[in-house]
């Protein structure tokens, strides 16, 4: 089948968010709320497990046992609105940072979105963030321009399981009316890798430095970047015919290739 849609993940995928807006947003957060926590970058890696932002507070809250000093009753008498409520903060700075013009794309993804529209694919951004942090991102980051390109975005909010679930991806499917065989999911992450193939969906991989070392055990095409002709990509996994960056004829045939490996599984 013919490629019609490229599904793109947000988070560590369009840009560096984590290192450079995520997590100075969260020590932020903590700071201004008067709690005497510090993220760093080992820690936060471990808690980029979590599914969401809101999670990783909880999971930081439960599994760590952090000093609390005058919040504790709050987190006593409802843990979710305290949780709520910190996380509201940090979003705050995160749209601070990204209006700040501190959290550019990524090498290759302007790119590549717009030779793809060129080109009639359609486009979908499929993320686990809240609308919270993701519309200043859009605004700001990926810019008005490239927005008017995008069908539409499905979030965090809008299915009762993130990733690694396939749940945002099986509702992408639906809001595009294509067939799993017909578009390409752009992740980052191993748990982003395993919500594109539970949801059977040919994916490519760029990592990044939280997630080099993932299991990345099942993509169709592994890569450093997506690149571009001053900054040529280095395949990590798979094996595809390129001119040194990521085109839609490349994920064209990397989906005809992965399709036809399925097929013969």
Request: aromatic letters at 6%; proline letters at 5%.
């Given at each position: 089948m013919?490629?019609?849609?490229l599904?793109?993940?947000?988070?560590?995928?369009?840009?560096?968010?984590?290192?450079?807006?995520?997590?100075?947003?969260?020590?932020?957060?903590?700071?201004e709320a008067?709690l005497?926590?510090?993220?760093d970058?080992?820690l936060?890696?471990?808690?980029?497990?979590m599914?969401?932002?809101?999670?990783?507070?909880r999971?930081?809250?439960?599994?760590?046992?952090?000093?609390?000093?005058?919040?504790r009753?709050a987190?006593?008498r409802?843990?979710?609105?305290?949780?709520?409520?910190?996380?509201?903060?940090?979003?705050?700075y995160?749209?601070?940072?990204?209006?700040?013009?501190?959290?550019?794309?990524?090498t290759?993804?302007r790119?590549?979105?717009t030779?793809a529209?060129k080109?009639?694919?359609?486009?979908a951004?499929?993320?686990?963030?809240?609308?919270r942090s993701?519309?200043?991102?859009?605004?700001?980051?990926?810019?008005?321009?490239?927005?008017?390109?995008?069908d539409?975005v499905?979030?965090?909010e809008?299915?009762?399981?993130?990733?690694?679930?396939?749940d945002?991806?099986?509702?992408?499917l639906?809001k595009?009316?294509i067939d799993?065989?017909?578009?390409?999911?752009?992740?980052?992450?191993?748990m982003?890798?395993?919500?594109?193939?539970?949801?059977?969906i040919?994916?490519?991989?760029?990592?990044n430095?939280?997630?080099?070392?993932h299991?990345f055990?099942?993509?169709?095409?592994v890569?450093?970047?997506?690149?571009?002709?001053e900054?040529?990509?280095?395949?990590l996994?798979?094996?595809?015919?390129h001119?040194?960056?990521?085109t839609?004829?490349?994920?064209?045939?990397?989906?005809?290739?992965?399709?036809?490996?399925d097929?013969e599984?």
């Open positions: 013919a490629l019609k849609a599904l793109f993940d947000v988070d560590g995928t369009l840009a560096d968010t984590e290192p450079q807006g995520h997590l100075p947003a969260y020590n932020a957060a903590f700071s008067g005497d926590w510090q993220w970058t080992e936060y890696r471990v808690l980029l497990l599914p969401g932002g809101r999670e990783r507070i999971h930081y809250l439960e599994k760590y046992d952090p000093a609390l000093g005058e919040h009753e987190v006593k409802d843990a979710n609105a305290w949780v709520e409520d910190i996380h509201k903060l940090k979003s705050r995160f749209e601070q940072l990204v209006e700040e013009g501190k959290v550019p794309l990524r290759g993804v790119r590549l979105m030779e529209r080109q009639g694919l359609r486009l951004i499929v993320t686990n963030a809240s609308r993701l519309d200043p991102f859009l605004l700001h980051t990926l810019g008005k321009e490239l927005v008017e390109q995008v539409f499905v979030s965090g809008q299915v009762e399981h993130k990733k690694p679930s396939p945002l991806y099986l509702m992408a639906l595009l009316g799993k065989t017909e578009c390409v999911a752009i992740e980052d992450s191993e982003g890798l395993l919500a594109a193939r539970r949801a059977g040919a994916t490519l991989i760029t990592v430095e939280d997630t080099s070392e299991d055990t099942g993509a169709a095409l890569v450093d970047q997506l690149g571009d002709p900054h040529p990509l280095h395949i996994s798979g094996h595809v015919d001119p040194g960056w990521i839609p004829s490349v994920l064209s045939d990397m989906l005809e290739t992965f399709l036809t490996q097929e599984e």
